[in-house]
């Protein structure tokens, strides 16, 4: 073999190991630019009730952490990137395309369930502080989330919520923790309008705290279920204060009441209990539970929602939750701000989303011209012709 050969050989073997450094570098890059979207957005809401969150933020600051550039085992973030191969030029074969393009995943993805109720209610108590507010119990959040920050848990939104100064990061922690103000109006709303509750199957979409879903209760509602995004929400926050409502806040545990009262009051809670189911997840997932579960599902005569509608990526699923699960008949009531900056969704640009697709009538039944002007809004199925 000639020198001339010996060269040529070389500078083929030089050029193969270019071409496959640059496709290996083109993929790790696409890679990264990918996740590098995700921690671009900022978001923030605006807070309402401070003094419901001591020492926390006033502003609903719903940011996007740069947690989200990790996948979680509980949820998929959105512009999930091609995952990289170990050897590129390897997996290629002639005449086919090099790189596989993967469908993109939902931007807020976490898988439903449904929570049981426990035997011991008193249990449900254990370490809660109860304040009070129109007339509802409720279970003091500072508390919570020093209990949750010190101890380890499954989600751990309270670290990661403080970590990425945030109240909401997208696909792990959706602001459940906190009441925020348009709760109020919706139920100062419900209270002056007289809404009848009677007999009615409700469903508090988006819970937190479920203060909604506890009103419907306490108006003799024949069931009431209530959904929010994290599971630590419900046991720690939404399952408590319903509980508490029906035990004058928790009081002594009966410790000092006579046994016939104690198993009165029981027999109350167990029947009130009876009447509720509580789920967590995404909301395309927990409708999806709902529908192909093994348990007797009735639509629902009203769902009751507040502050849902601040991230217009989201108006998809919950469109299609509440066309699955709303009765023919039924309504929903949400309660919004005018405009959640930062983010994006705001009431106008959600009766423009519902309007385009056809399905249901909105119409605004009280304005609070308050601060930012926020509003509650009737939507029902339009009637066809």
């Known amino acids: 073999m000639g020198p001339r050969s ?18 290996n570098f083109s993929i790790e890059e696409k890679a990264e630019n990918e996740l590098e979207t995700l921690g671009d957005t900022a978001l ?30 509980d949820s998929v973030c959105a512009h999930e990137a091609t995952p990289k191969t170990t050897d590129p030029v390897a997996n290629c074969s002639p005449g086919k395309s090099q790189v596989q393009v993967l469908p993109k995943k939902r ?13 011991d209610f008193s249990k449900v108590l254990e370490n809660k502080v109860m304040d009070t507010v129109q007339g509802l119990y409720y279970v003091n959040i500072s508390v919570v989330e020093m209990t949750l920050s010190n101890d380890s848990h499954e989600e751990d939104i309270v670290s990661k919520s403080i970590s990425s100064h945030s109240d909401l990061i997208t696909g792990i922690y959706e602001g459940g923790l906190k009441i925020w103000e348009c709760t109020f109006d919706l139920m100062d709303y419900l209270s002056k309008a007289e809404m009848q509750f009677i007999n009615k199957t409700v469903l508090d979409l988006g819970c937190g705290a479920g203060l909604l879903g506890i009103l419907a209760l306490k108006r003799k509602a024949e069931k009431v279920h ?43 809670i167990q029947a009130l209990m009876s009447k509720c189911r509580f789920f967590s997840g995404e909301w395309t997932e ?11 599902f009735s639509k629902y005569d009203l769902i009751l929602t507040s502050e849902t509608i601040y991230n217009p990526d ?21 309660a919004t701000k005018a405009h959640y900056f930062g983010v994006g969704g705001g009431v106008h640009i959600f009766e423009k989303f519902i309007e385009e697709r056809n399905v249901f009538r909105t119409r605004t ?15 029902a199925f339009k009637i066809s012709s």
């Not at 010996?6 to 496709?23: D, G, H, N, P």
Request: charged fraction near 25%; hydrophobic fraction near 35%; proline fraction near 4%.
């Open 44 to 73: 923030q809401l605006e807070s309402a009730q401070p003094a419901l969150n001591p020492g926390r933020s006033t502003e609903k600051s719903k940011e996007i952490s740069s947690e989200e550039n990790v996948v979680h085992k």
């Open 365 to 379: 039944v009280k304005v609070i011209d308050e601060g930012l002007m926020r509003y509650i809004i009737e939507m």
């Open 107 to 119: 931007a807020g993805f976490k898988v439903a369930k449904e929570h049981n109720i426990p035997g």
């Open 226 to 268: 209530f959904q929010d995004y994290n599971r630590t929400v419900i046991d720690e926050i939404t399952l408590p204060n319903v509980v508490a409502n029906w035990t004058d806040g928790g009081g002594d545990g009966g410790i000092s009441e006579p046994s016939s009262k104690k198993h009165k009051k029981a027999d109350l």
């Open 6 to 23: 010996s060269t040529l050989e070389a500078t083929v073997a030089q050029i193969v190991m270019k071409m496959a450094f640059q496709f």
């Open 286 to 296: 927990f409708s999806q539970l709902l529908l192909s579960g093994n348990k007797p």
């Open 314 to 334: 989201y108006y998809s699923a919950l469109h299609d939750t509440i066309s699955k699960l709303l009765d023919k008949n039924g309504c929903v009531y949400l």
